[in-house]
């Protein structure tokens, strides 16, 4: 099973980007899709999460500027960035919780992060 993200980019603030992953493979269901981001010098954070039903969570910082989205069928989760602040500059992660059979267990994998500057 492969993450593969995109859509990172350097933006001003105030503007938007649009980010996705899609998980690749040999996957059975997909549980929760999250996207997370890692500034420099300090700890990886979560910013929104969305589950296999629709329900999404966002971290306190990102309510109302951030929307998590996904596509079951591609097992794909998008990240509309809205109103960019400098503080969002970070590397964004997505993971997905997921099973690779009928009778596995759920297990996590992370894609290869992408990178969203945010200039002031």
């Known amino acids: 099973v492969q993450l593969q993200a995109s859509g990172g980019g350097l933006v001003q603030a105030g503007g938007s980007l649009r980010l996705s992953c899609a998980a690749y493979?040999?996957?059975?269901?997909?549980?929760?899709m999250s996207w997370y981001r890692q500034a420099p010098g300090k700890q990886r954070e979560l910013v929104a999460i969305?589950?296999?039903?629709?329900?999404?969570n966002y971290a306190d910082s990102v309510k109302g500027r951030f929307t998590i989205s996904r596509d079951n069928a591609k097992n794909t989760v998008w990240l509309q960035m809205s109103s960019l602040k400098p503080e969002d500059t970070a590397v964004y992660y997505c993971?997905?919780?997921?099973?690779?059979?009928?009778?596995?267990?759920?297990?996590?994998?992370w894609g290869q992060g992408t990178l969203v500057t945010v200039s002031s």
């Open positions: 493979g040999s996957i059975f269901s997909v549980e929760v």
């Open positions: 993971n997905a919780d997921l099973k690779r059979s009928r009778v596995g267990g759920v297990n996590r994998y």
């Open positions: 969305i589950t296999n039903g629709g329900s999404t």
